[in-house]
Structures are given as structure tokens and as C-alpha cells.
């Protein structure tokens, strides 16, 4: 079933259906029970991040905001022990806090703010507390950024600044822009850290030219940068994606792929032998199936490997990068209605489903000593939470309670339903009940059709916030 979701027919097809009693739409509900109003209120999680050893995870919070003229979400990192002895905020304050990352000894946390009212920028705090410094002075705002191996650097990518006659263009109001023309790229940038505050050292400039870097990789000895980079930064060049390398220090950019079709988010093994990325082997389509392949650190010709069940994980699924022993490449995509986590064997062998059970496991991290996994898992009855779990045992254990406090209305009952299409293929949908669901009774439908070319449904929390809300719509 590998092209499970690539059909658009199929796509459209596999909706999400719904039974509504007709009294939410006219907005007389009571408000004892689930409403969009109520639903707001939930907080959402985002990426994780583990701490080297394993013994810490960060991750973040987004909370609404309604307080006079703000109406927004709110980003804060959190950080829990392993354990389950603490669990607390990191970040705080007006701004947003993204994107955490542990240093190489664990001591040191970065995430990406504009804390103080610029451009978006890498933040450091130690993780035992203290003062936030700013680590980097992107004229144009940071829009990745990693970690050297060794906690000595961070690199980063920047759109192009403005130049000193596009900036009197706009004074002189003569800033008109012809579509298509005078692209403003990504590039990369590398900045010494400093363990505390002070001037912050000037960044290096790695790349520059006609090309926009999209993803890139730090080498194991801290050596090179691999990237990938396209055409221009357009929505629509993503299959002229290459993989191209540089010397940290700087130099000469070295071309890997340069096949035609995306070839994208390179990934180093942890002993620096190989490169893994997805790629769709010459053969784009907007669906975006994929396959993982592995190619020479230093150039070559490039193996696939066995295909994953549904072969979407380029785009809207993660390319996760390599286990500690650099036997197996962990990739995340959807299987029918749930994700998961997959780790597809550098030996050209049958990848393997790492993480099992119903519901969506997603925004995952892993320990550099490869022993442990964080993620996020959800079902349709359970709200999101941080859990942890062996990687080769996988037994979860919940870290977090984010959304203690949060409405606990009774709910309409979810399941999985299957149908044939007209080809014979078997299709999921999810269905939810009208609370108080009896058989008894007619009740009208929704359906409730996911937008495509290559989405699909699965079951997260049917009562989080949603420009749908399916809890409401069920409300009986």
C-alpha cells in the first residue's frame, strides 16, 4: 500500500465524518458543554528536544492569548525530567520562545525569539538557570540553526540583507517588485558561542550565489555543513533540490546530488561514513512520495533502501535522521490514520514500525546516546502529552499534563472505519459520534474533507482547538 494516499480520488475520499445535531449550528448549546469558545482555551505542544544523556526533555507550549488587544498564541519552553521527579517552565515573557536545543554536554539550551523586539534570533540559557543571551545578530533573522557537534559554533541560515540601493528605493518609494526576479536566498552563516553574555561575535559567511539553502547538517568532527539548496526560494522549484557540502571554516562548495527531481534534508551518520536523505529518484510528483537513500560522505553514487509502507515522508511527514550506531535512519509518516515513527535499516532490510499503538506519535527527538526517544502522542479521547520511551523497547511513560485543568465534557466516541474504493483499495476514515449517540435515533452528517494533494486525516484530539470543532459539532 504504498500509494496510499497519493491518488487524489482516495484523498478526497477518505474524509473525516461527522454527526452534528443541528442546535450547535444555530449556536444554542449550552455552554456546559463542548463549544468553539471553550475549545480555544487548549494549549498545544511542540517540538521536543532531548538532552544528550537523556535525561532531560524540552519542549514547547503554545497558549491563546485574550487580553485587551492581543489575540495570539504565546510559545514557552518547558522542561521535564526523565525521570518524572520535576517538570517546569524555562522560558518566559512576552515574546515567543522556539525551537530548543540541547548543547553537546547538555549544560547549554538554545532556542530561536525575538525576545528583544528585533528579528528572530538563536537565544542561550544554561539550563540550570540564569540570564538568556543573545547568541547570534542576524540582520535579516535566523530561519534554522544548529549546534556543532562540539558546542562551539552554531550555524545558521539568513535571507539575503537589503542592499543600500534597495533601501533608498523604498525611501524614495520606488520599491515596486517584479515577480520572479531579484530573489532574496537563504545562505549560511556560522557564529562562535559564547558561554555568557557579552559582544557577540561576528558571524562567517559560509555560502552566497543564485541558490536558496533549505536544510542543512553539521558533519560528526564539526568539519562540514552539508545543505540542500533549490533554484530560488519559490514554492513551486522544490524538485530542483541538490545536496552540496562546504568546509565549516569556509571554502569551496562541493556539489553530491545533483540529479534532476528533490533530493532533500541531508542527514550525516553518526560516524561520518555516509549522507542519508529522501529523495523521489528523478521522478517528482506533488504527492511527494519519497524514499530514503544513502549516499558517501565524501561524494559518490547513491543506494536506496527499502521502501517504507506509505513513502511520504518528504513533506508532510519528518526525515528524522540516524540511529547512534549508525545502522538504521528513523523517518515519520502516516500509517492509515495514525503517525509513526519508522526506522528503515541501513542494510537495504525491511524497516521496522518503532512506535506502536493507536493515536499520533509526532514531534520526535532522540538521545545522542541512542538509548531513549521524546515525542509527542495523542488520540482521539486523550489529550497531547510529552512521553519518553526506550527506542528499542518501546514502553511510553507520559512526562506531562499540559492541559491539566483543561474541560473534561463527555465525548463523542471516535473510531476508524474502512471502505473499498472503486479500484478495490481499502480506505480509512474517522467517524464521530453525536455525544449521547443512540441507535434509536437519525441524526444529520457532516463530512469533513481534508484538503490535499497528499494530507490525510488521523486521529488526533477531537476536542482540541480546530478551525473545526469536532467535540462541538458533536455536542448532542
Same mark, same amino acid.
Given at each position: 500500500?504504498s500509494?496510499?494516499?497519493?491518488?487524489?480520488f482516495?484523498?478526497?475520499?477518505?474524509a473525516?465524518l461527522?454527526f452534528?445535531n443541528?442546535?450547535?449550528?444555530?449556536?444554542?448549546?449550552?455552554?456546559?458543554g463542548w463549544?468553539?469558545?471553550?475549545m480555544?482555551?487548549?494549549?498545544?505542544i511542540?517540538?521536543?528536544?532531548i538532552?544528550?544523556?537523556?535525561?532531560?526533555?524540552a519542549?514547547?507550549?503554545?497558549e491563546?492569548?485574550?487580553?485587551?488587544e492581543?489575540?495570539?498564541?504565546?510559545t514557552?519552553i518547558?522542561?521535564?525530567?526523565s525521570?518524572?521527579?520535576?517538570?517546569?517552565?524555562?522560558t518566559?515573557?512576552?515574546?515567543?520562545?522556539?525551537?530548543?536545543s540541547?548543547?553537546?554536554?547538555?549544560?547549554?539550551?538554545?532556542?530561536?525569539s525575538?525576545?528583544?523586539?528585533?528579528?528572530?534570533?538563536?537565544?542561550?540559557?544554561?539550563?540550570?538557570?540564569?540570564?538568556?543571551?543573545?547568541a547570534?545578530?542576524?540582520?535579516?533573522?535566523?530561519?534554522?540553526y544548529a549546534?556543532?557537534?562540539?558546542g562551539?559554533?552554531?550555524a545558521?541560515?539568513?535571507?539575503?540583507p537589503?542592499?543600500?540601493?534597495?533601501?533608498?528605493a523604498?525611501l524614495?518609494?520606488?520599491d515596486?517588485?517584479?515577480?520572479?526576479?531579484?530573489?532574496?536566498?537563504a545562505?549560511?552563516?556560522?557564529?562562535?558561542?559564547?558561554?555568557?553574555?557579552g559582544d557577540i561575535?561576528?558571524?562567517?559567511?559560509?555560502?552566497?550565489? !543564485?541558490?536558496?539553502? #533549505?536544510?542543512?547538517d553539521w %558533519?560528526?568532527? $564539526?568539519?562540514?555543513i552539508v545543505?540542500a =539548496?533549490q /533554484? @530560488?526560494?519559490s514554492?513551486?522549484?522544490?524538485?530542483?533540490?541538490?545536496?552540496?557540502?562546504?568546509?565549516?571554516?569556509?571554502?569551496?562548495?562541493?556539489?553530491?546530488?545533483?540529479?534532476p527531481?528533490?533530493?532533500?534534508?541531508p542527514k550525516y551518520?553518526?560516524?561520518?561514513?555516509?549522507i542519508?536523505?529522501?529523495?523521489?529518484?528523478?521522478?517528482?510528483?506533488?504527492?511527494l512520495?519519497?524514499?530514503v537513500?544513502?549516499?558517501?560522505a565524501?561524494?559518490?553514487e547513491?543506494?536506496?533502501?527499502?521502501?517504507?509502507?506509505?513513502?511520504?515522508?518528504?513533506?508532510?511527514?519528518?526525515?528524522?535522521?540516524?540511529?547512534?550506531?549508525?545502522n538504521?535512519?528513523?523517518?515519520?509518516?502516516?500509517?492509515?490514520?495514525?503517525?509513526?515513527?519508522?526506522?528503515?535499516?541501513f542494510?537495504?532490510?525491511?524497516?521496522?514500525a518503532?512506535?506502536?499503538g !493507536?493515536g499520533?506519535? #509526532?514531534?520526535?527527538?532522540? %538521545?545522542?546516546? $541512542?538509548?531513549?526517544?521524546?515525542f509527542? =502522542?495523542? /488520540? @482521539?479521547?486523550?489529550p497531547?502529552?510529552?512521553?519518553?520511551?526506550d527506542?528499542?523497547?518501546?514502553e511510553?511513560?507520559r512526562?506531562t499534563d499540559v492541559?491539566?485543568?483543561y474541560?473534561?465534557f463527555?465525548?463523542g466516541?471516535t473510531?476508524?472505519?474502512?471502505w473499498?474504493?472503486?479500484?478495490g483499495?481499502?480506505?480509512?476514515?474517522?467517524?464521530?459520534y453525536?455525544v449521547?449517540y443512540?441507535?434509536?435515533?437519525?441524526?444529520?452528517?457532516i463530512?469533513?474533507?481534508?484538503g490535499?494533494?497528499?494530507?490525510?486525516?488521523?486521529?488526533?484530539y477531537t476536542?482540541?482547538?480546530?478551525?473545526?470543532?469536532?467535540?462541538?459539532f458533536?455536542q448532542?
Amino acid at each position: 500500500m504504498s500509494h496510499r494516499y497519493a491518488d487524489i480520488f482516495v484523498l478526497a475520499v477518505a474524509a473525516l465524518l461527522i454527526f452534528v445535531n443541528p442546535a450547535v449550528l444555530s449556536g444554542t448549546v449550552s455552554a456546559r458543554g463542548w463549544t468553539p469558545e471553550t475549545m480555544i482555551s487548549f494549549k498545544s505542544i511542540g517540538s521536543t528536544a532531548i538532552s544528550p544523556d537523556g535525561s532531560l526533555v524540552a519542549y514547547t507550549v503554545s497558549e491563546p492569548l485574550f487580553e485587551g488587544e492581543k489575540s495570539e498564541y504565546l510559545t514557552h519552553i518547558r522542561i521535564a525530567a526523565s525521570d518524572g521527579t520535576f517538570e517546569r517552565q524555562f522560558t518566559f515573557g512576552e515574546s515567543s520562545c522556539r525551537t530548543p536545543s540541547f548543547s553537546n554536554d547538555g549544560r547549554l539550551l538554545a532556542f530561536e525569539s525575538s525576545r528583544d523586539g528585533g528579528m528572530n534570533q538563536v537565544w542561550i540559557m544554561a539550563v540550570d538557570g540564569g540570564e538568556a543571551y543573545r547568541a547570534t545578530s542576524a540582520e535579516r533573522g535566523v530561519r534554522e540553526y544548529a549546534w556543532s557537534p562540539d558546542g562551539s559554533r552554531i550555524a545558521y541560515t539568513m535571507t539575503d540583507p537589503v542592499t543600500e540601493n534597495e533601501e533608498r528605493a523604498k525611501l524614495e518609494k520606488r520599491d515596486m517588485r517584479v515577480l520572479d526576479e531579484n530573489f532574496k536566498y537563504a545562505h549560511l552563516y556560522v557564529v562562535t558561542v559564547r558561554k555568557s553574555s557579552g559582544d557577540i561575535p561576528e558571524a562567517l559567511r559560509l555560502t552566497s550565489g !543564485p541558490f536558496h539553502i #533549505t536544510a542543512f547538517d553539521w %558533519s560528526p568532527d $564539526g568539519d562540514t555543513i552539508v545543505f540542500a =539548496h533549490q /533554484e @530560488t526560494p519559490s514554492a513551486d522549484v522544490w524538485s530542483t533540490t541538490d545536496i552540496s557540502c562546504i568546509p565549516a571554516g569556509g571554502g569551496k562548495v562541493k556539489p553530491l546530488v545533483t540529479r534532476p527531481g528533490a533530493d532533500r534534508y541531508p542527514k550525516y551518520s553518526p560516524d561520518g561514513k555516509w549522507i542519508a536523505f529522501p529523495s523521489d529518484a528523478e521522478d517528482p510528483h506533488w504527492s511527494l512520495l519519497s524514499d530514503v537513500y544513502v549516499i558517501p560522505a565524501e561524494g559518490g553514487e547513491s543506494r536506496k533502501l527499502a521502501e517504507t509502507p506509505d513513502r511520504n515522508f518528504m513533506y508532510y511527514g519528518r526525515f528524522l535522521g540516524w540511529s547512534a550506531d549508525s545502522n538504521e535512519i528513523f523517518v515519520q509518516e502516516v500509517d492509515r490514520t495514525s503517525w509513526r515513527v519508522y526506522a528503515v535499516p541501513f542494510d537495504g532490510s525491511k524497516p521496522r514500525a518503532v512506535t506502536t499503538g !493507536p493515536g499520533n506519535f #509526532t514531534d520526535v527527538s532522540f %538521545s545522542a546516546n $541512542g538509548r531513549l526517544m521524546a515525542f509527542v =502522542h495523542e /488520540e @482521539t479521547d486523550t489529550p497531547p502529552n510529552v512521553f519518553i520511551s526506550d527506542i528499542r523497547r518501546f514502553e511510553p511513560v507520559r512526562l506531562t499534563d499540559v492541559n491539566a485543568g483543561y474541560p473534561s465534557f463527555p465525548l463523542g466516541k471516535t473510531v476508524v472505519i474502512t471502505w473499498k474504493s472503486t479500484d478495490g483499495l481499502e480506505i480509512e476514515g474517522l467517524l464521530t459520534y453525536p455525544v449521547g449517540y443512540t441507535k434509536e435515533r437519525r441524526y444529520p452528517l457532516i463530512l469533513y474533507i481534508h484538503g490535499g494533494p497528499a494530507n490525510v486525516h488521523t486521529e488526533s484530539y477531537t476536542a482540541e482547538a480546530n478551525k473545526y470543532p469536532i467535540q462541538a459539532f458533536a455536542q448532542s
